[in-house]
Each structure stands twice: as C-alpha cells, then as structure tokens.
C-alpha cells in the first residue's frame, strides 16, 4: 500500500514493483488465496486464468461467468462462513487474504499476521486498505526492498 494507504486505482495496481510481485508468488504459492471478485477480475483480466499453484476462494454475493469459474483451482463463496466450513472439511487452516478493499475491511479482524508491502508514494487510488492501528498491530518483522519505487514488506502480529 502507499504512503496514503492506496491499494488500487481503476482495478489495478496503481504501481508496477517487480520484487514485491515476486515476494507475493513465493509466500503464496501452494496456499489459498481470499479475495472478492472484482480483484479476481482483474488478475484473471491480466493473465486471463487463476494464479496458477494457488486456489482461489473468490468471496462474491454476484455469480461469475463461467469462463472465470472453469478451472480447478477456483471456488466462489457468497458468504465467508461457507469459506471457514470448506476449510474445515478440507483439513486447511491458512487463508491469505488479497484484497480488494472490501475484503479487507470485512477480514482484518479474523486475521492474526499482516504481510504489506508498503511503497514510499503517495498517489490517487480508488481502492485503500484499512488503518493499521498500533493498539493491535505489532511490527514483528521489516525489510527494506530497493526496486523501481522502494518498498518495505514489514510483518504485523495482532496483540491483545
């Protein structure tokens, strides 16, 4: 997120960070990815299928066309409660949520870490990610990243 705590502009990402993209693939790969359909929409939109090595959960009160749903590894929810009894069923506890911002307002108090890349700009975006407020959230890791635009990816903790 920017400085400004834009996470999106127009549906994408308002920069283009080659390494955080890559940070993203390796702690994403194998796990399962929570996100709403507009964001799954644009990913889709860019690579025209799923992330791939990935199952997507794609929390949406809308249904999706069929050529958004006809893969494997992608499953559309319209409650989060249905997410928890699939996990469970499945024997799977990890969920990274992905965004977009409704996602995320509706998920951050279930989550227990917060993984950002937070990208020193500030810039116009239609989509922002919720206040981290330090009553809750612990910095427990950060790093600092020198790409086109430098980036640190710094790992919150909930306490209580």
Not at 42 to 65: D, G, M, T
Not at 69 to 75: P, Q
Request: charged residues 20%; contains cysteine.
């Amino acid at each position: 997120m920017s400085n400004n705590n834009v996470i999106g502009l127009n549906n994408q990402l308002p920069w283009h960070l080659p390494k955080d993209l890559q940070h993203f693939k390796t702690i994403t790969l194998g796990k399962n990815l929570l996100m709403g359909r507009k964001t799954y929409q644009s990913i889709f939109s860019y690579i025209n299928k799923p992330l791939p090595q990935r199952n997507s959960f794609v929390l949406s009160k809308s249904s999706l066309e069929e050529r958004y749903t006809n893969f494997e590894n992608i499953k559309v929810f319209a409650e989060f409660e249905s997410i928890e009894e699939f996990m469970h069923k499945n024997q799977q506890t990890q969920l990274y949520i992905i965004g977009g911002e409704q996602i995320y307002k509706q998920m951050i108090d279930y989550a227990d870490e917060l993984i950002i890349s937070h990208v020193n700009i500030n810039c116009e975006g239609d989509a922002f990610f919720p206040e981290i407020t330090s009553n809750i959230w612990k910095i427990q890791n950060e790093e600092l990243v020198k790409d086109n635009i430098d980036f640190k990816i710094k790992v919150y903790t909930r306490h209580l």
